[in-house]
């Protein structure tokens, strides 16, 4: 039987057996216009019982048939483990709502840090956007959920190219985990070990783990290394150059921080003062950390200007994790080139106050954001932790800021 709607198109009623009908309102207790619609929609019995009896476990696929989701998995204990911050970017209808509440709610009851983010359907219309992402990292996101949205939205979750530097020497009880964190980062592309030739396995162990390995015949130091570094890094299509250390100091995940700050300066320095994000027992004492306070400000007062008020404020000098735009290391490289080979102890231990001095002198907008400071694993090369030797380094280096 055939019926036609006001277009004009036909509606076709589909043949059923009555005694399909029959047997089903009999053998299941249904409502003859039950028993019809099952009539013409199931042949098997199976699914007859499964329409009638619904299961979750019967109607979700296997989520471990999605590409990654162990990697996801171990990404999401790996937050919860460490307490950072979860970012969920929810929708604004009645499937995005529920899913993202139930989310909140979960998280809520493992007394999980989250963030959440509803977009404005008029302004920011329907899935992830760029400024909504920037939103959630800005205030501490390190991992964001998309509930109902997010797979086709590929322009916000487009990740930055980022080469990662890593001196070394001998760390070989460090290297492996550390150069793991940060392959493990969505936007790292590139992970170069700088080693200074190690009499230990750091640089075979780094090479396993898909490191790319400079290995330097004569150990020049920190400093050195970090040019070294800059260098290669500059042949490479990367457009974010990240800072970082060995020892097991500094945390990969706080690069997703540091990055997004990028679009509106030229270098991101970490700042090690937040007492609540410092491990306790870590190298950095109060002795260097007032010193790294004090020297900041000494940088601030020699480039005091109504150009550089409200531009540059340094609290943590000596902090080795940095990343900073391609654009930027362009304009200093060639200072720094110069400068290492003439002015900088070869020892390297003035690198990092001396690229933040740089950045200033090549007029770099430069900011500082808190991130973790977790107890140095392994003995340091540096010995800084000693006050007698921090109280020289911080004298020399006063000097060369004085002088340069």
């Known amino acids: 039987m055939n019926f036609s709607s006001i277009t004009g198109k036909n509606w076709i009623f589909k043949k059923f057996e009555n005694s399909d009908v029959k047997m089903y309102s009999e053998n299941y207790n249904l409502k003859e216009i039950i028993a019809r619609l099952i009539a013409i929609r199931k042949n098997n019995i199976d699914d007859i019982n499964l329409f009638l009896n619904p299961k979750i476990k019967n109607n979700l696929p296997n989520p471990f048939e999605l590409k990654d989701m162990n990697k996801a998995i171990e990404r999401v204990y790996e937050c919860i483990k460490k307490r950072e911050t979860i970012g969920i970017f929810g929708d ?29 359907r008029k302004k920011e219309g329907y899935g992830p956007n760029v400024n909504a992402f920037n939103h959630l990292i800005s205030n501490g996101s ?8 997010g797979t086709l939205s590929y322009e916000p979750i487009k990740n930055p190219i980022t080469a990662v530097i890593i001196p070394t020497f001998n760390e070989e009880d460090n290297v492996e985990k550390v150069v793991k964190d940060y392959k493990m980062q969505p936007s790292v592309k590139y992970v170069y070990v700088i080693d200074n030739n190690s009499s230990d396995k750091t640089p075979d162990i780094a090479e396993k783990c898909g490191a790319i390995v400079i290995r330097k015949e004569i150990n020049k130091g920190y400093g050195d290394s970090c040019v070294v570094g800059f260098n290669e890094v500059l042949k490479t299509d990367a457009n974010i150059v990240a800072l970082t250390e060995c020892d097991g100091t500094f945390n990969a995940y706080d690069i997703t921080k540091m990055i997004p700050y990028l679009d509106n300066c030229d270098m991101v320095v970490g700042t090690r ?39 540059t404020s340094f609290t943590d000098v000596g902090c080795g994790h940095k990343c900073i735009r391609r654009d930027g290391l362009e304009k200093m490289i060639e200072q720094i080139r110069n400068d290492y080979f003439n002015k900088i102890d070869k020892d390297g231990w003035m690198f990092n106050p001396y690229l933040n001095l740089c950045s200033v002198d090549n007029e770099l907008k430069t900011v500082e954001i808190p991130i973790t400071f977790n107890r140095r694993s392994g003995i340091s090369k540096s010995g800084a932790k000693k006050k007698s030797k921090g109280f020289k380094l911080g004298l020399r280096l006063m000097w060369f800021i004085l002088k340069s």
């Open 92 to 120: 604004y209808d009645v499937d995005g709502a529920s899913s993202a509440a139930l989310l909140v709610k979960y998280f809520l009851s493992i007394s999980q840090s989250i963030e959440t983010y509803v977009p404005d």
């Open 142 to 149: 390190n991992l964001i959920f998309t509930v109902d949205c």
């Open 273 to 311: 003062i937040i007492q609540v994000l410092t491990e306790k027992g870590n190298q950095n004492g109060m002795f260097n950390t007032w010193g790294n306070f004090f020297i900041g400000k000494l940088i601030q007062l020699k480039y005091f200007s109504l150009l550089h008020m409200g531009v």
